[in-house]
C-alpha cells in the first residue's frame, strides 16, 4: 500500500514545495515509485518540475491539471499522472519513477466559484479516484498551501500522514499549533465521509526542520518545538511515534539554483555528483531524510 503523506505548515516559505520536490526526488533515486499532486494554486512545484513551457501549455486550457477532475469535472485523476515528469533539453526522461500531477492558476476557483454536490465535497471525489491508482506507487505525496481550505483538504483527507516542514522560528511554532486546531476540526467536518479502508485520518507523523544555516544553533526552537510536539501526543493530537527528524535540511544556494534549472537539487550535476553516502552537501541531506520517512513505521 502506498504511504500518503501531506506536506503542510500554517506558515508560508518555510520550504514546503522544496522540501517536497527534492525529497520525492530522493525517494525515486532510491527505487521507490513516487507520485506527486501539486495542491497549491500558486503552482511553484508543476512549474518546476514541468519547467515553464510545458506548464503554460496546461494553463492555457486548464486540460491535464488537477482542478479540471472538479470543473468541468470529466477528468480523472488517473488520467492527470505525468509519469517520469523531469525531462531534459530533448524531452529524454531524467528520473524514472517520479510521477506528477500538476496544478495550473485555476486551482484557486475551487475556494470560491466551485459549486460541486454539497454531498459529496471535493475530498471525497478526489479520494475516490485516487484509490484507482494507489496500488501504482510506494509513496503519494501532497504539496499543500498554508491553510486547510478545499484544495489542501484533498491531500490532507486522502493522507496518512502529516509532515510538518519548519524552520527555527517563533512563526514556525505558531503555524504548526493553528495546524493541528485546524486537522482537528476538519477531521470531524469530514469524519462520516471515512471508510474503514482508508485507515485511520491524518496527524502530524513529523516535523522537518528546514533551510538551517551553518553555525546557527537551533538547540532552543527544536526544544520548543519539542515540548510542543510532547504535549500534543499526550492530548492524543498527533501521532504516538511522531517525531522531529533527526535530518535536517541544509540551506544552500543549490536549492534556489535548481529551481530556476527545472531540476530537482539531485539533478543538477556539481553536487549530485558527490553523493556518497558521507558527502556533506544538501544532496544528501534530501537522501538522508528519503531514508528516514522510509524507515519511519507508520502507525
Ligand atoms: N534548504 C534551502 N536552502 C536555501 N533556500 C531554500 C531552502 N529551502 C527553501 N528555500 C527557498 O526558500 C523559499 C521558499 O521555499 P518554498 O519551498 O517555496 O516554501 P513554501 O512552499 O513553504 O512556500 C524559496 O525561495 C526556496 O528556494
Ligand atoms: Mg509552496
Known amino acids: 500500500m502506498a504511504r500518503k503523506i501531506s506536506f503542510i505548515n500554517y506558515k508560508g516559505g518555510v520550504g514546503k514545495t522544496s522540501l517536497i520536490v527534492n525529497t520525492a526526488a530522493a525517494l525515486a533515486k532510491l527505487g521507490k515509485r513516487v507520485l506527486l499532486f501539486d495542491f ?36 480523472q485523476v488517473k488520467d492527470l499522472v505525468i509519469p ?3 525531462e531534459g533539453k530533448a524531452g529524454e526522461k531524467l528520473l524514472p519513477g517520479l510521477d506528477l500531477v500538476p496544478t495550473t492558476f485555476n486551482l484557486v476557483d ?14 471525497l471525489v478526489f479520494s475516490e479516484q485516487l484509490a484507482a491508482i494507489e496500488a501504482n506507487y510506494d509513496f503519494i505525496l501532497f504539496d499543500c498551501p498554508p491553510n486547510i481550505l478545499r484544495a489542501s483538504q484533498c491531500g490532507v ?3 496518512n500522514e502529516i509532515y ?23 477531521h470531524q467536518l469530514s469524519a ?4 474503514a479502508a482508508m485507515g485511520p485520518a491524518a496527524q ?15 538547540e532552543v526552537p527544536k526544544m520548543r518545538m519539542q515540548l510542543r510536539l510532547n504535549q500534543f501526543k499526550t492530548a492524543k493530537r498527533a501521532a504516538p511515534t511522531a517525531k522531529i527528524f533527526e535530518t535536517q535540511i541544509r540551506d ?24 556518497g553516502a558521507g558527502a556533506d552537501n544538501v544532496v544528501n541531506d534530501y537522501r538522508k531524510l528519503a531514508n528516514e520517512m522510509i524507515q519511519q513505521v507508520s502507525a
Open 252 to 275: 544552500a544556494m543549490i536549492v534556489r539554483r535548481a529551481v530556476a534549472l527545472g531540476l530537482p537539487v539531485a539533478l543538477v550535476s556539481a553536487e549530485a555528483a558527490d553523493v
Open 192 to 195: 462520516s465521509f471515512r471508510k
Open 204 to 218: 502530524v507523523h513529523g516535523i522537518i526542520f528546514n533551510s538551517i544555516k551553518t553555525g546557527i544553533d537551533i
Open 40 to 75: 497549491d494554486t500558486q503552482s511553484n512545484a508543476s512549474i518546476w518540475l514541468l519547467k515553464l513551457d510545458r506548464w503554460n501549455k496546461i494553463n492555457a486550457t486548464g486540460e491535464g491539471a488537477i482542478y479540471s477532475v472538479f470543473d468541468p469535472g470529466r477528468a
Open 164 to 186: 510538518v516542514p519548519s524552520n527555527p522560528d517563533a512563526l514556525s511554532l505558531i503555524g504548526f499549533t493553528l495546524l493541528v486546531e485546524k486537522l482537528q476540526k476538519f
Open 84 to 86: 517520469s515528469v523531469v
Open 110 to 123: 475551487l475556494e470560491n466559484e466551485y459549486n460541486g454536490d454539497p454531498k459529496r465535497p471535493p475530498y
Open 157 to 159: 483527507f486522502a493522507s
